[in-house]
């Protein structure tokens, strides 16, 4: 069935320091990747997405490039911040039907 | 507060019992979602409504559970005959007919 699959499970980079996400996924229909951020006891909270007609896409510190061929996505952090530790899942899919990913646990050390 | 609302936050059970969880979506947003979420691990889906009607159901979604929208609004999840596998934290989402979708803060059910 379909998958998809991130890495790495945890992740702990120093304040200032850029963190980098890859996800990949196995069904080539899938032409919509959101990134979701979970702190403890919440709901995902979109904080960016990218749909299959552009490769990359910016907003502020957060960059998420797309490679459909390959089928693989990555989301970028830069300037990381205490207040980015959380859990991160990416998603794709098609049509609102969406697969997660097993989520990435970001440590930003101050 | 204009976002997806749940009720109850947090649910304890005994196994065999019924729990029924209710979702209030972002309004005017035609598409819900039902996720259930175990430790460690991604939402998993489970069901969605466009407006009133059950459009697809997961596998996961076993003969115990059922999802009903009544009025295209609001939406409830049951879980009639709990088990200690049930527990897990159950998230609904909602979006319009771009895709994106809204989460909601969960919750989380245990079953003793």
């Known amino acids: 069935g379909e998958n998809v699959e991130q890495h790495p499970s945890t992740l702990s980079v120093q304040e200032g320091d850029s963190a980098v996400i890859k996800c990949t996924y196995s069904?080539?229909?899938?032409?919509?990747f959101p990134w979701y951020k979970q702190e403890l006891g919440k709901g995902p909270q979109l904080i960016i997405d990218i749909r299959s007609n552009v490769g990359e896409k910016k907003d502020q510190r957060i960059a998420v490039t797309l490679n459909k061929t390959a089928k693989h996505f990555s989301l970028h952090i830069t300037e990381t911040q205490p207040e980015d530790s959380a859990v991160y899942f990416c998603a794709g899919g098609s049509q609102g039907n969406l697969i997660f990913g097993k989520g990435t646990k970001l440590s930003v050390k101050p | 507060d204009t976002g997806v609302s749940q009720d109850p936050r947090h649910k304890i059970t005994k196994r065999g019992q019924n729990v029924t969880f209710r979702c209030d979506p972002i309004s005017e947003h035609n598409r819900l979602y039902w996720y259930r979420q175990t430790l460690g691990q991604g939402p998993e889906f489970l069901t969605y409504?466009?407006?009133?009607?059950?459009?697809?159901k997961s596998r996961l979604l076993s003969d115990r559970f059922s999802a009903e929208r009544p009025k295209g609004s609001f939406s409830t999840l049951e879980i009639q005959r709990t088990e200690q596998g049930d527990s897990a934290m159950y998230l609904c989402?909602?979006?319009?007919?771009?895709?994106?979708?809204?989460f909601g803060p969960g919750t989380r059910l245990l079953v003793l």
């Open positions: 989402a909602s979006s319009s007919d771009q895709e994106t979708q809204y």
């Open positions: 409504f466009q407006n009133e009607a059950q459009l697809e």
């Open positions: 069904d080539s229909a899938s032409n919509y």
